[in-house]
């Protein structure tokens, strides 16, 4: 959603452009399921979605088709006809954006019903999915995203890589794709010298659970104060987001060295980002999310968390699959260090390193740039903008 606000901020600004937003509500009241609602605000559709973390634990466990054919929200796509009723104009392009699925179909939808054209953007990728359900699931989705790419007059993608790969799928269709990766806000780009504190303090915020769990960390902290046990009582590890039951249970066992926040808001958790020596990147474990293969070089998704982290401007010390696009960009710029979820030795001696360096006092260690106009808000907002007039001077 903070990809979306940002790309709305920047258009929005733009001569002559009116952006209007539809998004769902969730709510767990089941009235809004048997009486669906709209809301019409100023710049604004909002639609009520059922949503309960047992109902969906339920269906996820004992209804995986409506999980997955294509999503937990996939009620939204049969909202279209009343969305399209109650727009406060026809729009002259509808631009469907967040983590495919529903939101992909549901953009389709609209632009069909009102006969405009259509960008769609993939921020994760659909059918390459490691994460997909197999089987007949994954054919079902393969054939929604062949019939979305082949109505999407732009198809866009958060990497390179991903966009090749969906290249080598739909090759009839490569003039229409693109490369518009992840934002950061450049307004919130301000300079943050380091200054050593007195404790050396790692950050990470987000969501945590399910498939990412943060038990490699407190694993390989554990490890390096058993090597250098006159580091134990220097050392926090700060965690700021919702944690699920799982998670929260193994906190409760964790070491005094552990200070969860709980749920934050952004401007708070951009505090903590600021404030940290090194920041934490955890992703999804691929054995604990389907079970596979440690090494997943298909898993393409890209962590909006980097760009929240650029502004920081720390040092990450990241944990993603092997080949992973988060492992690829922590690389490429310099932003870090990534290891895999079986490397615990390796992020152990990177935490080591880090403190060592902590204790130097030296910034040169701790600062980073953040200044790069592929990841900013505002110059994708231009870019999307000239596709979108492109598009319009070919209609």
Not at 183 to 202: A, C, M, S
Request: negative net charge.
């Amino acid at each position: 959603m903070l990809q979306t606000a940002k790309l709305h901020k920047y258009l929005s600004s733009l001569p002559g452009v009116e952006v209007h937003v539809v998004t769902s509500n969730e709510s767990s009241r089941v009235s809004a399921l048997l009486a669906p609602r709209l809301r019409l605000e100023e710049g604004v559709t909002r639609f009520d979605l059922f949503s309960n973390r047992y109902v969906n634990h339920a269906v996820l466990r004992f209804l995986p088709a409506l999980a997955s054919r294509p999503d937990l929200k996939r009620a939204a796509v049969a909202r279209s006809q009343e969305i399209c009723a109650v727009l406060p104009w026809r729009p002259d392009i509808i631009l469907s954006r967040s983590y495919p699925i529903s939101s992909a179909l549901l953009g389709q939808a609209i632009a069909e019903k009102l006969d405009v054209p259509w960008i769609m953007q993939l921020s994760d990728p659909w059918s390459l999915s490691p994460l997909h359900p197999r089987g007949y699931d994954l054919e079902w989705n393969r054939v929604r995203e062949h019939e979305a790419i082949a109505r999407a007059d732009r198809v866009t993608f958060t990497s390179i890589r991903t966009l090749k790969n969906y290249a080598s799928l739909y090759p009839t269709a490569v003039s229409r794709f693109r490369y518009f990766p992840n934002t950061y806000d450049p307004e919130h780009n301000t300079p943050n010298p380091w200054r050593r504190g007195d404790k050396f303090r790692l950050v990470y915020t987000g969501t945590l659970g399910g498939s990412r769990h943060p038990e490699i960390f407190f694993s390989a902290i554990d490890a390096f104060l058993e090597r250098v046990p006159q580091a134990r009582g220097s050392i926090v590890f700060t965690i700021a987001g919702h944690a699920d039951r799982e998670v929260r249970a193994y906190f409760a066992k964790c070491a005094d060295y552990l200070d969860w926040k709980g749920p934050v808001d952004f401007d708070t958790a951009m505090g903590l980002i600021r404030s940290a020596d090194v920041l934490s990147l955890i992703d999804n474990s691929m054995e604990r999310a389907a079970g596979t293969a440690k090494s997943a070089e298909g898993y393409e998704f890209f962590p909006s968390k980097l760009l929240d982290y650029m502004l920081g401007q720390r040092p990450i010390l990241g944990v993603s699959p092997t080949g992973s696009i988060a492992q690829e960009l922590i690389e490429s710029l310099e932003l870090g260090l990534c290891f895999d979820h079986s490397d615990v030795a390796g992020l152990s001696k990177g935490i080591e390193q880090k403190w060592k360096e902590w204790q130097s006092g030296d910034p040169v260690h701790f600062e980073r740039n953040a200044d790069d106009d592929t990841y900013d808000a505002r110059a994708a907002a231009n870019r999307l903008y000239r596709e979108m007039e492109s598009i319009l001077d070919d209609a």
